[in-house]
């Protein structure tokens, strides 16, 4: 270091001094009381000031965004972590008009469903694609609880380093971003996330001082090593990249969620939405593109493969893989046409051990397809 | 118990194809891989009969591959391309200097064209220099600015139709998480495309044949064809930012090897709201060449250096455009900002 300074002829090396953080700061929003927590570098509060301006930025997210209305039935969505119990107890001081709240909880199985998710969940041999099943069933239950209970809207615990994770998480696996503010793929139930502006940093200061009681319960990579799965190495690289680069998470964030467009909103009528999650399907790709470079790839390595490129369900009867009445369990192949680009690496191991109204919707998928060929055929 | 490749089924296998995982013997590995470039040519319409083509080379094993396939595919299937090949001396010593060797034997053996254009000739600058100034934190820029005008303006010189660049898929797979990282909308929208457009005001379009093609299959095939090539990578390059998501997408591929594809997909199928502000092409006023501001990147990093002022260009300084262009002097607090280097 000191040898630059020869080299610039005297010239002095100007460095950014970082402001050492001393005791009895004052806060600076009341700039009275003594700080008794730093944000930022600079920015300490005291308690109170802190509660403020935590709930403050609530009020203003829920104010600016206008998805949810005074006295509207709105489902919280509470797995028991900090972040979803700091949401709760924030929407209470808030406004006491949303109802009902869920704990997702894996112990209240009767023993044959029990066997079939453990089967389901053993027969997905990688750990990715194990939480990525995992996700999307979760996702599953609580929209059929929201519908069932006449709920419109349904509110999510997700803090700003979560969604940063998993933003970059669903780029690598090949799902675009989808995750504003609302979501509105699911048609009638709306998925709102309020604390999406909060760092993880901050609502564990909230839980700590305000005693937000919090549970936690291991997930299925709770303990592994980085490389376990790439929802887990993700997370690894973002934490370790936030340490030299303080403004990862919220770069990330910031540009991407506010400036891209969610995969849903563009037209997608019932017939090609994902099955399993829900977003347009992105398999219909033109011929130069990424997903055709694979198939073709496919094709070129192996001898006497079937046409590829032919995406139609309703071929699969013609391919002669045990074609007959529709009666029959929708073969894997099948399946494979009803589901976008990274649903598909999900289940490439997995046969047949999908729950029940997954197969049921797949089925009517496929009826209609035959259908509307038989239309244009005439 | 020996296996038999994948494909042929006859020959043993002698590799496992890191892309797709299937076993495959020498021959019909070479043909896949050929063929799977082949297919991206001609599915993305890259190049039309008749033209020039100049293949950007660096002597290493990127550009080699690709210097080798072109030769290779425009005989096979008859593009009646006219190839040549074009390198770029960025002045860094015991790298660039070693690799130009390499290229200058390609030249003999693909029997194609060489034009070396060099950045003392074009800036007045070797990066050797441009280092001891800027320091090793923010230097990759400078170089890569200027490499892209030295490939234009000699390709402008040799008046070809347009240039081919060896990057491959884990280079636009880095570039996408890169930009991802960086919050680079505008460069995040164009960063997959596979070629640039072609609205003539003087910029050669430019394209990437390689880019479905894994770093891992290109670095086997250079190996299987026994090709000449430099493998050293540049001295500086350990500090650039693009070290984290290459390591990244390293650790990805040694866990699920269709990542680097899966990136590239999520990449194209992204799309930008409306009303996101996107900048627009114009010209540089200073030297004509396209840019997004007044004045183009490589003209504020040039005054920059010339100046003595290093940090100029690096970051946000619109605002002193104007002041560069008549020439005027900054103020001594702006000049301060702007002399401070960090290591």
Same mark, same amino acid.
């Given at each position: 270091?000191?040898?630059?300074?020869?080299?610039?002829?005297?010239?002095?090396?100007?460095?950014e001094?970082?402001?050492?953080?001393?005791?009895?700061?004052?806060?600076?929003?009341?700039?009275?009381?003594?700080?008794?927590?730093?944000?930022?570098?600079?920015?300490?509060?005291?308690?109170?000031?802190?509660?403020?301006?935590?709930?403050?930025?609530?009020?203003?997210?829920?104010g600016?965004?206008?998805?949810?209305?005074?006295?509207?039935?709105?489902?919280?969505?509470?797995?028991?972590?900090?972040?979803?119990?700091?949401?709760?107890?924030?929407?209470?001081?808030?406004?006491?008009?949303?109802?009902?709240?869920?704990?997702?909880?894996?112990?209240?199985?009767?023993?044959?469903?029990?066997?079939?998710?453990?089967?389901?969940?053993?027969?997905?041999?990688?750990?990715?694609?194990?939480?990525?099943?995992?996700?999307?069933?979760?996702?599953?239950?609580?929209?059929?609880?929201?519908?069932?209970?006449?709920?419109?809207?349904?509110?999510?615990?997700?803090?700003?380093?979560?969604?940063?994770?998993?933003?970059?998480?669903?780029?690598?696996?090949?799902?675009?971003?989808?995750?504003?503010?609302?979501?509105?793929?699911?048609?009638?139930?709306?998925?709102?996330?309020?604390?999406?502006?909060?760092?993880?940093?901050?609502?564990?200061?909230?839980?700590?001082?305000?005693?937000?009681?919090?549970?936690?319960?291991?997930?299925?990579?709770?303990?592994?090593?980085?490389?376990?799965?790439?929802?887990?190495?993700?997370?690894?690289?973002?934490?370790?990249?936030?340490?030299?680069?303080?403004?990862?998470?919220s770069?990330?964030?910031?540009?991407?969620?506010?400036?891209?467009?969610?995969?849903?909103?563009?037209t997608?009528?019932?017939?090609?939405?994902?099955?399993?999650?829900?977003?347009?399907?992105?398999?219909?790709?033109?011929?130069?593109?990424?997903?055709?470079?694979?198939?073709?790839?496919?094709?070129?390595?192996?001898?006497?493969?079937?046409?590829?490129?032919?995406?139609?369900?309703?071929?699969?009867?013609?391919?002669?893989?045990?074609?007959?009445?529709?009666?029959r369990?929708?073969?894997?192949?099948?399946?494979?046409?009803?589901?976008?680009?990274?649903?598909?690496?999900?289940?490439?191991?997995?046969?047949?051990?999908?729950?029940?109204?997954?197969?049921?919707?797949?089925?009517?998928?496929?009826?209609?397809?035959?259908?509307?060929?038989?239309?244009?055929?005439? | 118990?020996?296996v038999?490749?994948?494909?042929?089924?006859?020959?043993?296998?002698?590799?496992?194809r890191?892309?797709?995982g299937?076993?495959?013997?020498?021959?019909?590995?070479?043909?896949?891989?050929?063929?799977e470039?082949?297919?991206?040519?001609?599915?993305?319409?890259?190049?039309?009969?008749?033209?020039?083509?100049?293949?950007?080379?660096?002597?290493?094993?990127?550009?080699?591959?690709?210097?080798?396939?072109?030769?290779?595919?425009?005989?096979?299937?008859?593009?009646?391309?006219?190839?040549? +090949?074009?390198?770029?001396?960025?002045?860094?010593?015991?790298?660039? *200097? =070693?690799?130009? !060797? $390499? /290229?200058?034997? #390609?030249?003999?053996?693909?029997?194609?064209?060489?034009?070396i254009?060099?950045?003392?000739?074009l800036y007045?600058?070797?990066?050797?220099?441009?280092?001891?100034?800027?320091?090793?934190?923010?230097?990759?820029?400078?170089?890569g600015?200027?490499?892209?005008?030295?490939?234009?303006?000699?390709?402008?010189? +040799?008046?070809?139709?347009?240039?081919?660049?060896?990057?491959?898929? *884990? =280079?636009?797979? !880095? $570039? /996408?998480?890169? #930009?991802?990282?960086?919050?680079?909308?505008?460069r995040?929208?164009?960063?997959?495309?596979?070629?640039?457009?072609?609205?003539?005001?003087?910029?050669?379009?430019?394209?990437?044949?390689?880019?479905?093609?894994?770093?891992?299959?290109?670095?086997?095939?250079?190996?299987?064809?026994?090709?000449?090539?430099?493998?050293?990578?540049?001295i500086?390059?350990?500090?650039?930012y693009?070290?984290?998501?290459?390591?990244?997408?390293?650790?990805?591929?040694?866990?699920?090897?269709?990542?680097?594809?899966?990136?590239?997909?999520?990449?194209?199928?992204?799309?930008?709201?409306?009303?996101?502000?996107?900048?627009?092409?114009?010209?540089?006023?200073?030297?004509?060449?396209?840019?997004?501001?007044?004045?183009?990147k490589?003209?504020?990093?040039?005054?920059?250096?010339?100046?003595?002022?290093?940090?100029?260009?690096?970051?946000?300084?619109h605002?002193?455009h104007?002041?560069?262009?008549?020439?005027?002097?900054?103020?001594?607090?702006?000049?301060?900002?702007?002399?401070?280097?960090?290591?």
């Amino acid at each position: 270091m000191c040898q630059a300074e020869e080299e610039y002829n005297g010239l002095e090396c100007k460095q950014e001094k970082i402001p050492v953080p001393t005791l009895n700061r004052k806060c600076i929003k009341c700039k009275e009381g003594t700080a008794v927590l730093v944000k930022k570098r600079v920015c300490m509060f005291t308690g109170s000031c802190f509660k403020e301006y935590f709930i403050h930025k609530l009020r203003a997210m829920l104010g600016n965004n206008r998805v949810i209305f005074p006295h509207e039935k709105v489902l919280l969505a509470v797995s028991g972590g900090t972040a979803s119990y700091s949401m709760l107890s924030q929407v209470q001081e808030v406004n006491t008009q949303f109802f009902l709240f869920i704990c997702v909880e894996d112990s209240a199985y009767s023993p044959e469903h029990k066997l079939a998710v453990e089967r389901l969940f053993s027969s997905l041999k990688i750990l990715i694609a194990k939480e990525d099943m995992l996700q999307t069933l979760r996702q599953h239950l609580i929209l059929h609880i929201a519908r069932e209970n006449g709920y419109s809207k349904v509110m999510m615990g997700d803090s700003c380093s979560r969604l940063a994770v998993k933003l970059l998480s669903n780029i690598t696996l090949g799902r675009r971003a989808a995750l504003g503010f609302s979501d509105h793929r699911y048609g009638d139930v709306v998925i709102v996330r309020p604390m999406r502006d909060y760092s993880f940093k901050e609502i564990t200061y909230y839980s700590r001082m305000f005693n937000v009681p919090s549970v936690f319960i291991s997930g299925l990579d709770t303990k592994t090593h980085d490389k376990a799965s790439i929802q887990r190495l993700t997370e690894s690289f973002v934490t370790n990249l936030q340490a030299d680069f303080p403004s990862t998470v919220s770069t990330i964030y910031r540009n991407l969620i506010q400036s891209v467009m969610s995969p849903q909103s563009q037209t997608a009528e019932a017939a090609s939405k994902c099955l399993l999650c829900l977003c347009a399907l992105d398999t219909k790709a033109g011929k130069a593109s990424a997903f055709n470079a694979t198939l073709v790839s496919e094709q070129l390595s192996q001898i006497e493969l079937q046409d590829p490129s032919v995406e139609a369900p309703a071929r699969s009867a013609e391919e002669g893989q045990g074609c007959g009445s529709s009666n029959r369990l929708p073969s894997h192949q099948d399946l494979k046409t009803l589901l976008c680009y990274s649903c598909r690496l999900t289940i490439k191991d997995m046969v047949n051990t999908l729950p029940p109204y997954i197969i049921t919707e797949a089925e009517k998928q496929q009826k209609r397809w035959e259908m509307l060929l038989r239309n244009l055929n005439e | 118990m020996p296996v038999q490749c994948s494909n042929c089924v006859q020959r043993r296998a002698v590799l496992k194809r890191p892309k797709t995982g299937h076993s495959l013997c020498k021959d019909c590995f070479f043909w896949a891989f050929e063929e799977e470039i082949h297919q991206t040519i001609v599915s993305a319409g890259l190049f039309n009969r008749g033209e020039t083509v100049a293949i950007g080379a660096s002597g290493g094993k990127d550009s080699t591959v690709l210097a080798h396939v072109m030769k290779v595919l425009n005989e096979r299937y008859g593009y009646g391309l006219d190839l040549l +090949l074009l390198s770029v001396d960025e002045g860094i010593t015991g790298y660039r *200097d =070693d690799s130009l !060797e $390499t /290229v200058k034997r #390609n030249q003999q053996q693909y029997e194609l064209p060489l034009k070396i254009v060099s950045y003392e000739e074009l800036y007045g600058w070797t990066m050797d220099a441009i280092v001891k100034q800027v320091g090793l934190k923010n230097n990759c820029t400078f170089c890569g600015v200027f490499r892209r005008q030295a490939l234009d303006r000699g390709a402008m010189m +040799l008046k070809v139709d347009r240039i081919c660049t060896g990057h491959n898929a *884990d =280079d636009v797979a !880095e $570039t /996408v998480l890169m #930009n991802v990282l960086r919050g680079d909308i505008a460069r995040l929208r164009r960063c997959t495309s596979i070629s640039t457009a072609s609205d003539g005001e003087g910029a050669i379009p430019r394209c990437k044949p390689l880019k479905y093609a894994y770093e891992k299959e290109i670095v086997l095939y250079a190996y299987f064809k026994k090709l000449d090539y430099f493998s050293t990578e540049c001295i500086y390059s350990p500090n650039a930012y693009r070290g984290h998501a290459r390591t990244f997408l390293k650790d990805l591929e040694s866990i699920r090897p269709s990542s680097i594809i899966d990136v590239i997909h999520s990449g194209e199928t992204l799309s930008i709201k409306e009303g996101v502000k996107m900048p627009v092409q114009g010209t540089c006023s200073r030297c004509g060449y396209i840019s997004s501001q007044a004045l183009c990147k490589s003209c504020v990093l040039l005054e920059g250096l010339n100046r003595g002022l290093p940090k100029l260009g690096i970051g946000k300084h619109h605002r002193l455009h104007g002041k560069i262009l008549a020439q005027e002097s900054l103020t001594e607090q702006e000049e301060k900002k702007l002399k401070a280097v960090d290591f």
